[in-house]
């Protein structure tokens, strides 16, 4: 979008769109706002009117009366400012809760390729400071103008109907006010938007400097960063100082120009009054000046809230950017659920590319049958991560097809599928909660005995019972070792009962006792289900039914263990050298 074009009103249209779940609320707040608008000119009227009536005449016996109803309906004043307040706050609260659950929803039914092509701190940044300065377009810099630009409406009106002549001098500085409300929004508008984008850039390196932590300070990275970060502060502030800059020339100028007007209907409302054929009399005076500071105060407070909205409609640009995003790809329209998974993984002929024309699979074809173990083995970026990606449609293939059933995988819903699958990978990812909850992700309903059960089976009920499964972990499962936090991935697998399962080095953080213990439950597990089995210890897929040996995208060797080893080919060669490491063996 253009800078030159800041208020975009489609976007507005969008933002507005949002206040529908708040309609009671909004309605409310709207006829509140405009009693609002009214009520500083009625006051300033209302002074002029004392002044004129008993104060002018002497009539001591009105003037409490006046006063009383004066103070009175100051009253009323204050208690309506306060509700356009609170009742702006409430609805800003709504609206945006929406936004953020909508963007949030977004996020989730984007497909893998989303999540690597943007960074995490950019995406926070959507859900926390953009949405944050589309609340204060809503519930401020919207209903702050309406009160201002109805004041100012209302206020002139009074003034017309008071003194004309004297509403003359306003109407004639109106040209001036607009040109230099033109020129600072042009100039604010590229600023506030500079501003956003390097504050985005700021939370992308904070949040990949909180979770890369332990590499940072494994490599003593820790100056390095600094430096990173100090220029980024550095390109946010001069940003910052920046708009501040522009806001300190724009808002001192209109405050000059509101005290020389304020001179202007001194001297010639004075003349007014002290002239013997106008005879203007003093209370119009009086209550001319206040309504010409109503009239002229609103362009200072809508030139700040004017700020407010710019930043809005940067964050709108922003998060609505992010909201027209359409997935790479989804399910297609001819998707079905499947209903219950027999295990047939089949691939005919599969190319894919994670970007274009840079393949990373050629031309692969096997048959997985129903309760078989399939084991992948090659050295990293042989393509082996990709097959699995493939199966669990995090990706789409580009070339050839992958079926499960007997049923292409553009033609399964993805949530169907991704039910029936259970994945333990090697970063053994663990919420914040309780154990339990980790446990229970594949199968909410489950109970902590069934838990206890599975792990049981695994031959590692004692060590969840001596983490003890109320016990809170914390993000990405600090707080509990490495193979612990393996262990637990893997009783998850096995509670949530897939029939499709998928071992990506499942065991690569325990040690050789714990992954033999593993392993003879893993042989329990396999039973009835499809097995993928990806593992840099090939002492972990001897009992495969099929072993896939990957290279450089392409599959060079199939078979089981003992007639690879007879073919002494790539799969042997692999087998010497990580029997000679200690990696392969029991």
């Known amino acids: 979008m253009k800078h030159e074009a800041p208020l975009n009103f489609a976007l507005i249209r969008r933002v507005l769109a949002y206040t529908s779940s708040a309609k009671r609320t909004r309605n409310i707040l709207f006829g509140i706002t405009i009693l609002r608008a009214m009520q500083l000119p009625l006051l300033a009227w209302g002074t002029g009117a004392v002044i004129n009536g008993p104060i002018t005449s002497g009539d001591s016996a009105m003037l409490v009366p006046a006063v009383l109803g004066y103070a009175a309906f100051a009253l009323f004043t204050d208690i309506t400012f306060r509700y356009r307040i609170l009742l702006a706050l409430s609805f800003g609260e709504q609206v945006m809760t929406r936004m953020r659950q909508d963007l949030f929803a977004h996020f989730m039914r984007m497909p893998m390729s989303f999540f690597t092509q943007n960074r995490t701190g950019s995406l926070i940044s959507r859900l926390t400071s953009d949405i944050e300065a589309i609340r204060m377009g809503v519930q401020d810099a919207l209903f702050v103008s309406i009160v201002q630009g109805g004041q100012m409406l209302v206020a002139g009106a009074l003034m017309l109907w008071v003194e004309p002549q004297l509403f003359l001098i306003v109407l004639a500085v109106a040209p001036v006010v607009w040109f230099l409300n033109r020129q600072f929004r042009k100039r604010q508008s590229v600023l506030l938007r500079k501003m956003q984008e390097s504050f985005s850039r700021v939370t ?89 500071n109503l009239f002229f105060q609103p362009f200072q407070v809508i030139g700040n809230q004017y700020a407010v909205a710019l930043s809005a409609m940067a964050g709108a640009e922003r998060v609505f950017g992010m909201l027209d995003t359409p997935p790479s790809w989804a399910d297609a ?89 259970g994945i333990v990978t090697q970063q053994n990812f663990l919420f914040t909660g309780t154990l339990l909850e980790n446990l229970r992700l594949g199968n909410p309903d489950a109970t902590a005995e069934q838990a206890l059960e599975a792990a049981e089976r695994l031959g590692c009920r004692q060590e969840l019972e001596t983490l003890g499964l109320n016990r809170i972990v914390s993000e990405q499962g600090g707080g509990i070792s490495l193979g612990q936090r393996q262990l637990v991935c893997i009783v998850r697998a096995m509670l949530a009962d897939p029939r499709i399962l998928i071992l990506d080095e499942a065991t690569s953080a325990v040690d050789s006792l714990t992954e033999a213990r593993i392993q003879q439950a893993l042989d329990i597990l396999f039973k009835g289900r499809t097995s993928f089995v990806i593992a840099h210890r090939l002492s972990t897929i001897r009992k495969a039914d099929q072993v896939l040996v990957m290279e450089q995208g392409k599959i060079v060797e199939r078979g089981h263990h003992a007639s690879l080893l007879a073919l002494n080919g790539r799969y042997a060669q692999m087998y010497t050298e990580f029997l000679k490491t200690g990696i392969g063996e029991d």
């Open 333 to 421: 329209d001819n998707a079905r659920p499947i209903s219950h998974i027999q295990g047939r993984v089949e691939f005919r002929d599969v190319t894919f590319s994670y970007e274009p024309d840079k393949p990373v699979l050629h031309g692969i074809s096997f048959t997985a049958e129903p309760g078989t173990t399939v084991a992948l083995v090659g050295h990293t970026g042989s393509g082996k991560t990709s097959i699995i990606n493939l199966i669990s449609k995090y990706y789409l293939c580009e070339q050839g097809e992958a079926l499960i059933d007997g049923r292409g995988l553009t033609t399964i819903t993805g949530e169907s599928l991704h039910k029936q699958m």
């Open 204 to 292: 992308a390196v904070v949040a990949e400097a909180v979770g890369g932590i332990r590499v940072t300070q494994g490599f003593s990275r820790q100056s390095v960063n600094a430096g990173i970060f100090r220029e980024l502060l550095a390109d946010h502030s001069a940003h910052n100082i920046g708009t501040a800059r522009n806001n300190a020339l724009y808002t001192p100028l209109l405050e000059l120009n509101a005290q020389f007007f304020t001179a202007a209907l001194l001297l010639a409302g004075g003349w007014r009054a002290l002239s013997p054929e106008v005879n203007m009399p003093i209370g119009d005076v009086v209550m001319f000046i206040f309504l010409a």
